[in-house]
């Protein structure tokens, strides 16, 4: 069985960041990101009370941890983190136990 580790990130912008332009930075930000080793894919998303949620899957629980090092030296990663509050940041990594599909 595969060993997926799952990232998630909650967090909050800067308030004078449009959710346009976070969202515009974040595809830009997935041309460096989608080339790190292990990844598999991501997911953004809202909340009504403006916080957000990024979740990362990566093949292991080593790819995902070297992952936040090697994306704090990628230039598109790092203009996608100026527009989020850094006291905001909570991340989590966990071990996908079971997956289900209907």
């Known amino acids: 069985m595969l060993?997926?580790?799952v990232g998630i990130v909650q967090l909050r912008l800067f308030e004078e960041v449009s959710e346009n332009e976070f969202l515009a930075a974040s595809n830009i930000m997935m041309k460096e990101l989608g080339?790190?080793?292990g990844f598999i894919?991501?997911?953004l998303l809202k909340k009504d009370d403006g916080s957000w949620m990024d979740l990362l899957h990566w093949k292991s629980m080593d790819a995902a941890t070297?992952?936040?090092k090697n994306a704090l030296?990628?230039?598109l990663c790092l203009e996608y983190f100026?527009?989020?509050d850094e006291s905001s940041i909570v991340l989590s990594h966990y071990s996908l136990s079971q997956h289900f599909e209907t």
């Open 66 to 68: 070297k992952a936040v």
């Open 41 to 43: 894919d991501r997911e």
């Open 73 to 75: 030296r990628l230039p």
């Open 3 to 5: 060993e997926i580790a």
């Open 35 to 37: 080339s790190i080793d």
């Open 82 to 84: 100026k527009l989020i």
